[in-house]
C-alpha cells in the first residue's frame, strides 16, 4: 500500500498527466459517445455540458466560500473564549 | 403487554442496565452479544402492530412495523454493532450505556405508533447522546453539550405543543400517520419544527457541526449516524410530499458544502458534510414520490454507513495523534495506511463514485426531482455532490495523508493505525459501502417501494464521471483557496452564543446584586433568632426525643452520609441519575 503510493509520489509529473488525460477521455467519451436521449433537459444534450457544469460549478463554490470566510464567517480560533 | 412481543430497543435498555455488573474477561464478549441480539431481533420483526399497550385514556403502540419503519430499525441496528465494536476498547461503562440508550431511543422511535411513544423515545435519544458529547471531557465538552441539549429541548416541546394541539384539534388522535401536508395548519407547522431541529435544516442546524466535533471519538460515531437519520425517517412518515421540504433541503445540501470548504477540522468538516448528505433525504422527502421516498430511505441507509466510516477515520487519527485539525497533520500516509485506505472509501462513498454505496442511493433522489420538474433543487444536488467530492475525497484525504507534512514531533509520533477492533469496525463499514454500489439488490429489496431504478446507465456514470473529474481540476487549479487554515468558522450558533452570554451577565452582575441584598437583609433580620430557636429545638430533638424513642435520626444520618458522596454537585450526573430511574419507572409502567 505505502510501496503503491510513493510509486506514484515518486513520478509526481506522470501521475498529473495521468489523471489529466484521463479526465479528458471521460469528457470527450461523454461529449461523442453517450446517448442522451434520456437526458431530463435540453441543456444536457449541448456537448460537454456537465464537464462545463462541474468545472464552473466548484470553482465558484470554491470562491464563494472562501469570499464569505474572508468576509468574516472565519475567525480566530479562539473567538468564543474570551 | 397484550402479548409476548420483545421490543427490540428493550435488548439494549436491558443490556445497558446490567453492564456495569460485567466485569473482567466476559464484559467484551458481552458488549458484542447485546448489540447483535438487537440486530437478529430486528430481523425478526413481523409485519404489523404490536406492543399495544393501554394506558390511562390512550392506547400505545409501541411496534408498528412495515417496509419503512423495517429498513430504518435494520440499518440502526447495524450501525450500533457497528459503533459498539469500534469503541470496544473504551473502559468507561457509561459511554456504551449513552451510547446504547441513545440507539434504543432512535429505534423506538422508527417503531412507534403514536406521538406520546415517540415523544418518550426521542428524549431518550437527546438525553442518551448528550453524554457522548460530556465524556469527551474537553475544555468546551461541557458547554457544548449543555447547548446541544437545549437546543432539543426546545425542538422537543415544539414537538409536544404540536401534537398536543393536534390532538386537541381532531378531537383525541395521537396516531402517529402522514399528516396533512397539502393543507397544514399550526399543529403541522409545530411538529415539522420539532422534526427538522433534529435533522438539522436551516436555521436550526448549529447544533450538529457544534456537537460532532466536540463528542468523544467513538461517541461522534454514534452521534453522526442515529439523530438526524430518526428525523428522516419520521419525515418520511409524517411529511412526505412537503413542498417547503424541497427548497430548504436543497439550500441545506450547499450550504454544507460552503461551511466544509473554509473548515479546519476534519470532523467538523464531515459533520458539515452530513448537514449537507441529510439535505439530500430532505429533499427526497419534499417531493414525496414513491422514487423519491425510496431513494431517501436508500441514502439514510447509506449515509449511516459512510458517514459513520469517516467518523472512525478522522476519530482514529484524533485518537492516535490528539488532533484532527488539518494544518496540524499532513503526510500521514506513511504511519496510517489502513485508515487512509478506509477513509477514502468512505469519501468515495460520500461523493457518489460509481461501485460505492453513494452512487446508487443519492442518484435515486435526484432522478426522482428530474422527473417532477424540480430541476433548481435537483441542480442543487448536483452540484452538491461535486463539492463533496471536493472535500471527502481532495480536502480531506490530501490535508491528512499527503501534502505538506505539518505535524509536530510529537504527533508524528504518536501517529500510526489504531486497536484491532477499530480498524475492524472501519472494515465492516468499508466493505459494506462497497457491497451496496456493487450488488444494488441488497439496499433495493429492503426500500419501502418496489425499484425500477437502475444506476449503472452510460448517461449517469459519464455524468457522475464528468463532474468528478472536473471537480479535481478544479482543486487543483484553486488550491490556495481551498487550503485550510487555522480558523473557526462562525455562524447561526453566534447568535444563542451572545444571547446565553448576554443572559450571564444580566444574572451575575443585576439578579446577583439583588440577591445578595435580600441575602443581607435576612441575614440581619431574620435569620439570626431563626437559628437560636432552631438550635434550641435540635438539642431536644437529637437528645431527648431520637434518644428516648429508638436512634432512628442518628441511622438516617449515617445514611445520608453514603448517599452524600453521590452528589458531586455537577448536574449532569444530577441528570444522568434522574434519567436512570426514569427510564426504569418507565419500563416498570409499562411492560408489568
Redesign the interface.
Same mark, same amino acid.
Given at each position: 500500500?505505502?510501496a503503491f503510493?510513493e510509486f506514484f #509520489?515518486e513520478r509526481m509529473k506522470m501521475t498529473?498527466a495521468l &489523471? $489529466?488525460a484521463?479526465?479528458i477521455l471521460?469528457?470527450l %467519451?461523454?461529449a461523442f459517445l453517450?446517448?442522451?436521449s434520456?437526458?431530463?433537459?435540453s441543456m444536457?444534450k449541448i456537448p460537454f455540458f %456537465? *464537464?462545463?457544469?462541474? $468545472?464552473i460549478? &466548484?470553482?465558484l =463554490?470554491? =470562491? $464563494? *466560500? #472562501?469570499f =464569505?470566510?474572508w468576509m468574516?464567517?472565519?475567525? #480566530?480560533?479562539d473567538?468564543?473564549d474570551d | 403487554m397484550t402479548n409476548y412481543w420483545l421490543h427490540p430497543a428493550l435488548i439494549l435498555i436491558v443490556g445497558a442496565l446490567l453492564l456495569p455488573l460485567m466485569r473482567g474477561a466476559i464484559r467484551r464478549p458481552y458488549l458484542l452479544i447485546v448489540p447483535i441480539l438487537t440486530f437478529i431481533s430486528v430481523l425478526g420483526l413481523d409485519d404489523g402492530v404490536h406492543g399495544v399497550v393501554q394506558f390511562l385514556d390512550w392506547q400505545l403502540i409501541f411496534g408498528r412495523v412495515d417496509n419503512l419503519s423495517r429498513v430504518f430499525a435494520y440499518i440502526m441496528s447495524l450501525m450500533c454493532i457497528i459503533g459498539t465494536l469500534f469503541g470496544l476498547n473504551n473502559e468507561d461503562d457509561g459511554h456504551h450505556i449513552a451510547a446504547w440508550f441513545y440507539v434504543a431511543g432512535s429505534i423506538g422511535t422508527i417503531l412507534c405508533g403514536d406521538f406520546i411513544v415517540l415523544f418518550l423515545f426521542w428524549e431518550m435519544m437527546a438525553f442518551g447522546s448528550v453524554f457522548l458529547v460530556w465524556q469527551r471531557r474537553g475544555p468546551q465538552s461541557l458547554a457544548t453539550g449543555y447547548r446541544y441539549l437545549i437546543i432539543h429541548t426546545i425542538g422537543g416541546l415544539f414537538l409536544l405543543a404540536g401534537f398536543t394541539l393536534r390532538y386537541y384539534n381532531t378531537g383525541g388522535d395521537l396516531s402517529f400517520v402522514p399528516l396533512a401536508v397539502d393543507a397544514p395548519n399550526l399543529a403541522t407547522y409545530l411538529i415539522l419544527i420539532g422534526f427538522i431541529v433534529n435533522a438539522a435544516v436551516p436555521p436550526f442546524h448549529s447544533w450538529l457541526p457544534d456537537a460532532y466535533a466536540e463528542a468523544s471519538v467513538a461517541g461522534a460515531v454514534f452521534m453522526c449516524a442515529f439523530t438526524t437519520k430518526t428525523a428522516i425517517y419520521v419525515l418520511a412518515r409524517g411529511f412526505a410530499g412537503m413542498d417547503i421540504l424541497i427548497p430548504l433541503g436543497a439550500v441545506m445540501a450547499l450550504y454544507g458544502v460552503v461551511y466544509g470548504i473554509i473548515e479546519n477540522d476534519g470532523r467538523r468538516i464531515f459533520a458539515w458534510d452530513t448537514v449537507s448528505q441529510v439535505g439530500y433525504m430532505v429533499v427526497g422527502v419534499g417531493i414525496g414520490t414513491s422514487l423519491s421516498i425510496n431513494g431517501s430511505c436508500a441514502h439514510a441507509f447509506a449515509h449511516i454507513l459512510y458517514n459513520g466510516l469517516l467518523f472512525m477515520g478522522t476519530g482514529s487519527v484524533l485518537y492516535m495523534t490528539g488532533t484532527c485539525k488539518l494544518t496540524e497533520l499532513g503526510g500521514l500516509y506513511k504511519k496510517m495506511p489502513i485508515t487512509f485506505l478506509f477513509t477514502l472509501i468512505g469519501g468515495l462513498s460520500i461523493a457518489g463514485f460509481p461501485l460505492f454505496s453513494g452512487f446508487v442511493s443519492k442518484s435515486m433522489i435526484i432522478t426522482g426531482g428530474m422527473e417532477v420538474h424540480q430541476y433548481w433543487a435537483s441542480f442543487a444536488l448536483i452540484l452538491a455532490s461535486g463539492g463533496t467530492f471536493l472535500l471527502a475525497v481532495l480536502k480531506v484525504p490530501y490535508y491528512t495523508w499527503f501534502g505538506k507534512n505539518n505535524c509536530s514531533k510529537e504527533v508524528w509520533e504518536k501517529a500510526g493505525d489504531p486497536p484491532w477492533n477499530m480498524k475492524a469496525a472501519m472494515g465492516i463499514a468499508a466493505g459494506l459501502c462497497a457491497f451496496i454500489g456493487i450488488y444494488t439488490p441488497y439496499l433495493y429489496n429492503m426500500l419501502p417501494f418496489p425499484v425500477e431504478y437502475h444506476p449503472y446507465t452510460a448517461y449517469h456514470l459519464s455524468e457522475t464521471m464528468q463532474i468528478i473529474g472536473m471537480a479535481g481540476i478544479a482543486f487543483f487549479i484553486l488550491r490556495p483557496f481551498i487550503a485550510p487554515k487555522a480558523t473557526i468558522s462562525l455562524d447561526l450558533d453566534w447568535f444563542y452564543r451572545m444571547f446565553g452570554r448576554g443572559f450571564m451577565w444580566f444574572d451575575s452582575r443585576i439578579i446577583q446584586t439583588i440577591d445578595s441584598w435580600v441575602a443581607e437583609i435576612y441575614r440581619v433580620i431574620g435569620l439570626w433568632p431563626l437559628m437560636t430557636i432552631s438550635r434550641f429545638w435540635s438539642w431536644f430533638d437529637w437528645h431527648a426525643i431520637d434518644g428516648v424513642v429508638d436512634g432512628t435520626a442518628r441511622s438516617v444520618r449515617a445514611i445520608g452520609g453514603t448517599v452524600r458522596r453521590l452528589q458531586s454537585g455537577n448536574i449532569q450526573y444530577s441528570i444522568f441519575y434522574a434519567a436512570t430511574i426514569a427510564v426504569g419507572f418507565v419500563l416498570v409502567i409499562v411492560f408489568y
Open positions: 500500500m505505502i503510493i #509520489r498529473i &489523471c $489529466l484521463a479526465v471521460i469528457a %467519451w461523454g453517450v446517448d442522451t434520456h437526458a431530463h433537459t444536457e %456537465w *464537464s462545463a457544469f462541474g $468545472l460549478g &466548484c470553482a =463554490l470554491i =470562491l $464563494l *466560500s #472562501r =464569505l470566510g468574516g464567517i472565519m475567525t #480566530r480560533e473567538y468564543y | -
